[in-house]
């Protein structure tokens, strides 16, 4: 890979288009892709990339491919992708799932330079309109290299995500799927619920007072409940075996809490600022993740 390398980002969402907000000012030659031509369009009135296109051939000539589409596209691109690059092109994703992509790039019959990555920043706000170049500043990045990962080309990948200001980690895909159910999957499941339960709360009136009265602490227990609804529903439905283990999970601790509620006051005072410790030390003023 050249020391100024091509880069092509397919797929301008959020994610997509903060990619390329980010690389921007870097000085490379970036391609944009879009199945949609409005969306080419808004990233054309942004000057995002040097060049742009609803056609997916545009990234042969490309030495860095980011795979931006929905998790439900990611394997079809990534086929779509291998066959025009060429061999030493590094081709990414940012699949918040993992597993399934990387047993089917592993087996492969023969060799496809692909690094899985998972970059841990977003928001619920979906399209270009939300992209920004800070989104990942401070942000952890997870990389799965497949079976055909080098260390050079994982260094390099390592490299050019540092400069968009994100940590990478190394990960198993299926470690990664697990670990993230408990972070990001589940909080989503749970934001669903709560604002389901509220909504569907079968006490009239009891329901329109409480959404009345809703403030800062139901606004941000249920922000993911807003989430883009074919990506929670990729999440979701290809990661249920762990997330129903980690709901099962998260029963038992609910139970064990609930048991607490019976210890006397002081007890459950130890406990309760045991809790508001931990979560004040795991993340800055600013809401990084400082673990």
């Not at 092109?89 to 399934?100: E, H, N, P, Q």
């Not at 972070?183 to 569907?200: A, E, K, R």
């Not at 979701?236 to 998260?250: D, Q, S, T």
Request: with cysteine.
């Amino acid at each position: 890979m050249p020391d100024n390398p091509t880069i092509a980002v397919i797929g301008l969402g959020l994610i997509g288009g903060s990619i390329l907000k980010a690389l921007r000012p870097k000085g490379f030659h970036l391609i944009g892709i879009s199945r949609s031509e409005e969306t080419v369009r808004k990233a054309i009135n942004l000057d995002l990339a040097d060049e742009y296109s609803t056609n997916v051939e545009l990234v042969q000539k490309a030495n860095v491919v980011f795979i931006c589409t929905p998790i439900n596209k990611t394997i079809e691109t990534i086929d779509k992708v291998r066959k025009i690059v060429s061999p030493d092109c590094i081709i990414t994703d940012v699949a918040s799932l993992k597993g399934f992509i990387m047993d089917y790039v592993n087996d492969y019959d023969f060799p496809t330079n692909f690094i899985g990555g998972h970059p841990m920043a977003g928001t619920e706000n979906t399209g270009i309109d939300y992209a920004v170049d800070n989104l990942f500043e401070g942000a952890k990045w997870v990389l799965t290299p497949s079976r055909w990962s080098g260390a050079e080309d994982i260094r390099r990948l390592e490299e050019l995500t540092s400069l968009i200001g994100a940590k990478s980690i190394i990960a198993d895909a299926y470690e990664h799927d697990k670990a993230v159910t408990l972070i990001s999957h589940l909080p989503l499941l749970l934001s669903q619920s709560l604002f389901g339960m509220v909504s569907d709360y079968p006490d009239e009136n009891i329901k329109e007072l409480a959404l009345k009265l809703a403030a800062s602490g139901f606004r941000d227990t249920t922000r993911l409940a807003a989430t883009n609804p074919e990506l929670a529903k990729d999440i979701l439905l290809k990661n249920k075996a762990y997330i129903r283990e980690a709901v099962n999970g998260l029963k038992d601790y609910l139970t064990e809490l609930d048991k607490a509620l019976d210890l006397n006051e002081e007890e459950f005072m130890n406990l309760v600022k045991s809790l508001a410790s931990k979560r004040k030390d795991m993340y800055s003023p600013e809401g990084k993740n400082t673990y």
